[in-house]
């Protein structure tokens, strides 16, 4: 820097025409804003200090700013904002892009939204070198609606921008959308790279489309698209998300360099598919071949755990969580919590929760009701139960949570005030919506929705696996319906829940030995569990359900959650 001083004071000194001096500071401006040597406080005093900078100084100490990262993070807004004020020099269009990066890397929607204005008025909107960062600014910041309208008004499109808008699909769970983007991706003759097909994967995997996914997977290999750390550790994710946890431990078998992030999805499959003891053996894995454990690998053998109540274990992963110096989250606390419930030990997770260090956040309270429920505790889970009122009281799930509680205590009058609370704030619950992927093609099944164009052949299929189910002794388990219905008509609602008419659907539209895959977007419900099971038992059927929570294999009549979930 010292260097700098003097040359910048002998800029100065020398009696110079005021275009040279301007350019010869445009010089040290930019060194001192963009090398590492250099310091963009010293840039932006000599911005501020040159009679007439040139827009090439501006452009440098923007670009300084949203490099360094330090002081205010609008910092480069506002430089831009009073060259704008000054009205000279006009900005170029690296101005506008470095400006928009820095917005993107925020993100800062209102200001970015400023500068797509001022490319508009200063006539640069059809640049396509600019349109690309508006696209990337409105994807970063989540607006995928604004990213598309530039992105529809590009004469041209290179690659990067296709896969920066197909990103932005999957970034905000808009995975149909992100896959039709693909298939007219390859209709214009665009070639993909590996960032792009690893948002292609992952939108595959939000949809537990195992067809399609397999069907990209076989599409990178064709065209030699490089395999890095993370589309595999994508593939891994879509596989363990679709249900093929064979195929997820197959992609991650080939990894040559696994980082944390590869080896933390491989247990999270682990743990969602209910291997407990693959997941635990996997974390161990990891830790032998040095890679140090993230949040994401801890959740995963603490949820394994949890799931397969293996509790020593989970008490041991625990204790090296706490030795790791990673801050453990509420999702971590939740796991153990669960842990102890599941194991029925109660007293303990009680214990656990009141030394928690943080106050226990509304999952936490939920567990704490379903494991009273489970016990019939009245006493702690009507605390529970109004804890989780007061922290969230907009939250529908709670209250058919909490109804649900006092109908298996036989408290109906406390049912009915919930009941009437709910209705009283307008609250709804989330409808229960499954998806079965036929031949490329995804189903959607909507609680109540009936509007299948094969409607009628479903409720044959649906009819007769009720005869033959109910003929193998099953009894509807109604408790989790919760109408003022008669009984009957509560077995016609179990029958309407989405993942029976997807189900339904699969076996009208499959033959063994294709697995029927379904996605739900809630917990699969106690009744459907059971009827599931019978259904693979009598049609000799494997089903894969994915859950919010987790998978449920249904083989032969039984489940690999072995009833736990
Ligand atoms: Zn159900
Ligand atoms: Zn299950």
């Given amino acids: 820097m010292r260097v700098l001083h003097q040359i910048h004071s002998y800029i100065l000194t020398r009696d110079l025409p005021i275009s040279t001096l301007s350019f010869c500071l445009s010089k040290v401006i930019s060194f001192c804003a963009l090398s590492p040597l250099g310091n963009i406080l010293y840039a932006e005093k000599l911005l501020y200090q040159t009679p007439s900078p040139n827009i090439f100084s501006w452009n440098s100490v923007i670009k300084g700013f949203s490099q360094s990262q330090i002081l205010?993070?609008?910092?480069?807004?506002?430089?831009?904002?009073?060259?704008?004020?000054?009205g000279h020099p006009n900005p170029n269009t690296f101005t506008f892009a470095f400006v928009l990066k820095a917005c993107a890397t925020l993100p800062a929607f209102l200001e970015g939204q400023q500068v797509h204005s001022c490319v508009i008025r200063s006539g640069f909107c059809s640049s396509s070198f600019l349109q690309s960062s508006l696209v990337n600014f409105y994807a970063k910041c989540e607006k995928i609606e604004f990213a598309r309208r530039v992105f529809d008004d590009m004469q041209e499109r290179n690659m990067v921008v296709w896969s920066t808008m197909i990103g932005g699909y999957t970034k905000v769970d808009m995975f149909n959308e992100a896959l039709d983007l693909f298939g007219d991706m390859?209709?214009?003759?665009?070639?993909?790279?590996?960032?792009?097909?690893?948002?292609?994967?992952?939108?595959?995997?939000?949809?537990?489309?195992?067809?399609?996914?397999?069907?990209?997977?076989?599409?990178?290999?064709?065209?030699?698209?490089?395999?890095?750390?993370?589309?595999?550790?994508?593939?891994?994710?879509?596989?363990?998300?679709c249900g093929s946890i064979e195929k997820a431990k197959e992609v991650f078998g080939e990894m040559s360099a696994k980082d944390s992030r590869a080896w933390s999805s491989m247990i999270v499959g682990f743990a969602i598919h209910g291997h407990a003891d693959d997941a635990v053996s996997v974390f161990a894995d990891m830790e032998k071949s040095k890679v140090k454990p993230n949040h994401v690998a801890f959740l995963g053998v603490l949820l394994a755990c949890a799931h397969a109540q293996l509790v020593s274990e989970g008490r041991r992963h625990w204790d090296i969580l706490l030795k790791s110096g990673i801050q453990p989250s509420m999702e971590h606390y939740s796991c153990m919590v669960d842990l102890f419930f599941r194991a029925n030990l109660f007293d303990e997770a009680c214990t656990f929760i009141k030394n928690m260090p943080v106050d226990p956040d509304p999952a936490i309270w939920r567990t704490f009701l379903v494991a009273c429920k489970k016990s019939k505790n009245m006493e702690k889970g009507e605390l529970a139960g109004q804890r989780l009122l007061e922290l969230e009281p907009s939250n529908p799930e709670n209250y058919v949570l909490l109804s649900s509680f006092y109908a298996t205590c036989s408290e109906w009058s406390k049912m009915g005030h919930i009941k009437k609370q709910m209705r009283d704030k307008g609250l709804k619950t989330v409808p229960g919506c499954s998806s079965i992927e036929i031949d490329g093609v995804i189903h959607e099944f909507v609680l109540g929705d009936w509007s299948h164009p094969e409607l009628n052949e479903i409720r044959e299929v649906l009819s007769n696996i009720v005869k033959r189910v109910n003929s193998m002794g099953h009894i509807p388990n109604v408790s989790e319906v919760l109408h003022d219905i008669s009984h009957e008509l509560k077995e016609e609602a179990l029958c309407e829940h989405s993942e029976r008419l997807a189900i339904a659907y699969g076996i009208l539209k499959t033959k063994a030995p294709v697995v029927i895959r379904v996605v739900k977007n809630l917990r699969v419900c106690g009744d459907c569990h059971d009827v599931t099971k019978i259904i693979s038992r009598l049609y000799e059927r494997e089903i894969v359900v994915r859950d919010r929570v987790r998978f449920h294999r249904f083989v032969g009549g039984t489940c690999s959650c072995k009833d736990n979930w």
């Fill in 72 to 86: 205010s993070p609008t910092q480069p807004f506002s430089i831009f904002k009073t060259l704008i004020r000054k």
């Fill in 186 to 241: 390859q209709k214009a003759g665009v070639v993909a790279d590996e960032v792009t097909m690893a948002s292609v994967v992952s939108a595959c995997g939000g949809l537990g489309a195992l067809d399609v996914g397999r069907w990209v997977h076989m599409y990178i290999k064709k065209r030699k698209i490089v395999m890095d750390t993370k589309l595999s550790t994508s593939l891994i994710n879509m596989y363990a998300k």
